[in-house]
């Protein structure tokens, strides 16, 4: 194993870290990252093929931590502590309720991603796992966060607060979330869209989102996992060794990201990001183009 490789995994890594939970598309940047740094796994094709697209989704684990790690108090449900003066305000028996009534709202919202995920797996992946869609759709999604953000410059934020988000509002962002089955959509950005468009502040939308990725991503995770062993190709210690280093980078990475885009959405929109997706899509397009 050539310490090459090790570094082209770090950059999977960071660009992992980066790009999970700024709303321009983690997987659309790795499929873009994939066509310019190709990183060899042994010398069978098959089985280096069958690694990377499990590699791509697994590595995630590793900036979910991160979200968790940053937010353990509020995402914790169990109280175990005897000193009542401590306990958060809604606490019955040994059971945080907020804690608790938000996982119910984030396992609504999972559903529909879920379902469709699940389905149309294989499908999607043969179909739409390519830069020409990711490029498609980053420049389209860019041109709607635009639209959106300019249109809310005349519309009252309805949702100020993670409680005041209702089961009916979790589902709609849940259906939105199935908008990002397709590479180059972002998770994040297809949730902090659909959560804007029903009248959530641009904080609480960015923080749902978060925390919507915890199941999503490991049951993709864990999906992705099955498949590659169901293939029977094999699994070596290098490809252990590059899980590891890419879920590590992405870990360290990501308590980075989270921290500096809950502080930004404090004082500026979404537009940046907007302008930035519609920018690298016209790029690829080009770059792909001229070959």
């Known amino acids: 194993m050539e310490i090459i490789e090790i570094l082209k995994v770090i950059i999977f890594g960071i660009v992992e870290g980066v790009t999970e939970w700024l709303p321009i ?6 499929i873009l990252l994939d066509e310019f ?36 108090q509020k995402l914790w449900p169990f109280f175990f502590s005897k000193n009542t003066d401590e306990k ?11 804690s608790l009534e938000l996982w119910k709202k984030v396992l609504v919202a999972s559903l529909p991603a879920a379902i469709i995920g699940l389905l149309l797996d294989d499908w999607l992946d043969l179909h739409f796992y390519n830069t020409i869609t990711v490029s498609i759709t980053l420049i389209v999604y860019g ?20 409680s005041q988000i209702t089961y009916q509002d979790a589902l709609y962002i849940g259906m939105f979330q199935m908008l990002a089955l397709i590479p ?64 590590i980078t992405a870990f360290i990475v990501s308590v980075f990201a989270v921290k500096f885009l809950l502080n930004y959405v404090k004082k500026r929109d979404f537009k940046i990001f907007g302008w930035y997706r519609i920018f690298l899509g016209i790029l690829v397009l080009i770059i792909k183009g001229s070959r």
Do not use: C
């Open 25 to 30: 598309s983690s997987t659309g940047h790795l």
């Open 37 to 72: 740094v190709r990183l060899k796994v042994g010398d069978n094709f098959l089985q280096a093929e069958k690694f990377k697209e499990m590699f791509d989704v697994v590595i995630q684990l590793g900036a979910i931590m991160a979200v968790l790690m940053l937010n353990w």
């Open 88 to 98: 958060p305000q809604k606490v019955k028996g040994m059971i945080k309720e907020d």
């Open 143 to 162: 041109i709607f966060f635009i639209m959106i953000e300019n249109r809310n410059k005349t519309q009252k934020e309805r949702v100020r607060g993670l």
């Open 184 to 247: 180059g959509t972002s998770r994040s950005g297809a949730t902090i869209l659909g959560a804007l468009l029903i009248g959530l502040s641009r904080g609480v939308a960015a923080e749902f989102s978060f925390y919507l990725a915890i199941p999503v991503m490991f049951g993709a995770s864990l999906l992705k996992i099955v498949k590659f062993f169901q293939e029977g190709v094999g699994f070596t210690g290098e490809m252990g060794i590059f899980l590891g280093a890419g879920m």
